[in-house]
């Protein structure tokens, strides 16, 4: 009874692959590619691969005692917005997919966990799982449109770019700003200076 359970995997799916015509004596080879449909949810918040969108594959599959390994690259397009100006965000990527397919009941199944490396079921193997590590594992959490981006003003939100260098909402103290807004007829009596000649004479 194999160690692990797996959901069943569908040879319509783009990314799961029939390795029937791989003969299993190690040492044996086939390329391995294709261009398929990205699944969804392929990234991160702020940057990730269009659903739908195309992902070359260009891979390698070769026997070993043990299963099948996977190796080669994926290729596709990355689209997302910019971390600090919330510019778009639209360029390529090329990831590297190394990845152990385990036969049912061999000894790399039954001494490894789950996660540890893939499964085959039957002459069945999906790639989802190690295309999805490789992509979102070389994305940065806070993508930006180019490294020297500065971003956007904090005070009025205008993108630094497009404006002087000398840019600025100083103020002064935020404490007297109430005042700075009354004209000189509208400030209490008490603010304007009396008149020394008058001070003697009481």
């Given amino acids: 009874m194999p160690k692990h359970t797996q959901n069943h995997l569908d040879p319509r799916q783009p990314l799961v692959v029939d390795t029937t015509k791989l003969p299993r004596q190690p040492g044996a080879t086939r390329?391995?590619?294709?261009?398929?449909?990205?699944?969804?949810?392929?990234?991160?918040?702020?940057?990730?691969?269009?659903?739908?969108?195309?992902?070359?594959?260009?891979?390698?599959?070769?026997?070993?005692?043990?299963?099948?390994?996977?190796?080669?690259?994926?290729?596709?397009?990355?689209?997302?917005?910019?971390?600090?100006?919330?510019?778009?965000?639209?360029?390529?990527?090329?990831?590297?997919?190394?990845?152990?397919?385990?036969?049912?009941a061999s000894t790399t199944e039954e001494t490894t966990d789950e996660d540890e490396v893939g499964r085959m079921q039957g002459d069945l193997l999906d790639l989802e799982p190690a295309v999805r590590d490789a992509v979102v594992l070389t994305l940065p959490t806070n993508p930006v449109c180019r490294p020297d981006c500065p971003g956007l003003c904090p005070e009025c939100g205008v993108h630094l770019d497009d404006v002087p260098a000398d840019h600025s909402h100083d103020d002064g103290d935020p404490r007297w700003a109430a005042l700075r807004n009354l004209s000189r007829t509208e400030l209490p009596l008490a603010a304007s200076p009396q008149d020394p000649k008058k001070m003697i004479e009481e």
Avoid: W
């Fill in 31 to 104: 390329a391995l590619k294709r261009v398929v449909p990205a699944p969804p949810d392929l990234g991160l918040e702020l940057i990730s691969v269009p659903t739908g969108s195309d992902l070359e594959l260009d891979l390698s599959m070769t026997s070993v005692s043990e299963g099948v390994y996977v190796s080669g690259n994926v290729r596709g397009s990355l689209s997302g917005e910019c971390g600090r100006c919330l510019n778009e965000i639209s360029e390529p990527f090329d990831v590297h997919i190394a990845e152990l397919y385990a036969y049912a």
